[in-house]
């Protein structure tokens, strides 16, 4: 509970910076203010994962996703760009832990505090070459989204976050636009 008052604390730290993400104003936040919250989240969703045997060794593609879940509540997603890996909380409980890909060097994905600006159950990159990007979920105006793509266990993607097929359709699921993408 302790470790979920830091995440809390990290994010209202976030949301105090004058260019934070909210569902009103759906603007990106890299300020150093929310890279500093973006750090303090991931770390506290990493030790939470400790903490309920979630964050066990993961294969490249591999996931743990709760049975056991708050029916409603918000939707956030931590990604660690150090550890390749994703969290999601509902409700302030974490839900899902999976591996990811981000951005390659020279395509880094963006840390900071993002909102998903839009939603599409299948999407097609205009930037590369019509790549599909099922379940993509945008987060800023340039194209950086979380989707679903190939997990090869390191970054490889032109910038955004791509997800286990099967994990991504559960993430579309839950999200809403205006959710929070917390990248560190």
């Known amino acids: 509970m302790k470790r979920l008052a830091v995440f809390a604390a990290a994010i209202a730290v976030a949301v105090a910076s004058p260019c934070a993400a909210t569902s009103s104003t759906l603007a990106p936040d890299e300020s150093p203010a929310a890279l500093m919250a973006a750090s303090a989240a991931v770390a506290t969703a990493r030790d939470h994962a400790e903490e309920i045997g979630a964050n066990r060794p993961l294969k490249p593609g591999g996931y743990w996703w709760s049975s056991d879940m708050p029916a409603d509540g918000d939707t956030e997603v931590v990604v660690s760009l150090e550890d390749q890996r994703a969290y999601v ?59 679903a793509g190939h997990i090869p266990g390191e970054p490889a993607s032109h910038g955004c976050v791509r997800l286990p097929a099967a994990f991504a359709a559960k993430l579309f699921n839950m999200t809403k636009v205006g959710d929070r993408v917390v990248i560190g």
Do not use: C, N, W
């Open 89 to 147: 909380y509902r409700a302030g409980e974490l839900i899902g832990v999976t591996t990811i890909s981000s951005g390659k060097p020279g395509k880094d994905t963006p840390p900071g505090i993002f909102p998903i600006l839009e939603k599409k159950k299948m999407h097609r990159s205009r930037k590369y070459d019509d790549a599909p990007m099922p379940f993509m979920q945008r987060i800023d105006q340039y194209g950086i989204a979380l989707h």
